[in-house]
């Protein structure tokens, strides 16, 4: 597997992106203001994250996503270790991350690659969402905020 940026004359591939985002209207515009990375294998886009570049010395980690029938396999992990790599060879200070409270499992992803946990805002997704989201049997409510220092 590779993991390289997308290029300018790319189409960005909306259906892996919107696993992480069912906003079309948020992604489009992160999308645009971020860099794109992609991790291929066999000709096959199988990855993404958008790094989005927040405050001076600060970047963001949005949309990873893998696609579905490569859940599982470590290839999320790698992303997540790739994005702080690449964060940190542009000179940022510190990455951010920020997850629904019903996402265990990508809550459990990021305190792996040595993400803390600094807030939660709350009622983000009731606020911003114009659907109810469920996971896990959990409702969607506040995005749980993690940071690491580069
Ligand atoms: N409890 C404990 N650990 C858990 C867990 C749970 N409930 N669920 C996942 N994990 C761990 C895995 O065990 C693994 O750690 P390990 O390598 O130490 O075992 C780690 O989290 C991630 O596993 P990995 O196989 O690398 O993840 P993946 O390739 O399936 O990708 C996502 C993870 C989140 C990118 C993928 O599920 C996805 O695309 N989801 C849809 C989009 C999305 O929700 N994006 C995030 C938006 S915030």
Redesign the pocket.
């Known amino acids: 597997m590779d993991i390289r940026k997308l290029n300018i004359d790319e189409t960005p591939p909306m259906d892996l992106l919107l696993?992480?985002?069912p906003s079309h209207t948020l992604v489009e515009e992160y999308v645009q203001r971020g860099e794109c990375f992609i991790a291929e294998s066999d000709n096959q886009i199988i990855?993404i994250y958008v790094l989005l570049p927040t405050r001076p010395e600060t970047v963001e980690l949005?949309?990873?996503?893998?696609?579905?029938n490569?859940?599982?396999?470590?290839?999320?992990?790698?992303?997540?270790v790739n994005a702080v790599q690449t964060a940190k060879s542009k000179g940022y200070k510190t990455i951010e991350?920020?997850?629904?409270n019903s996402?265990?499992?990508?809550l459990?992803?990021y305190q792996?690659c040595d993400f803390r946990i600094t807030g939660v805002d709350i009622d983000f997704f009731i606020r911003h969402y114009p659907e109810e989201i469920f996971e896990n049997g959990i409702q969607c409510r506040d995005m749980i905020r993690l940071s690491q220092d580069l």
Request: cysteine-free; overall charge positive.
């Open positions: 696993l992480a985002d990855g949005i949309n990873i996503a893998v696609v579905e490569q859940h599982g396999k470590g290839i999320g992990k790698q992303l997540v991350v920020g997850t629904g996402s265990i499992g990508q459990a992803l792996k």
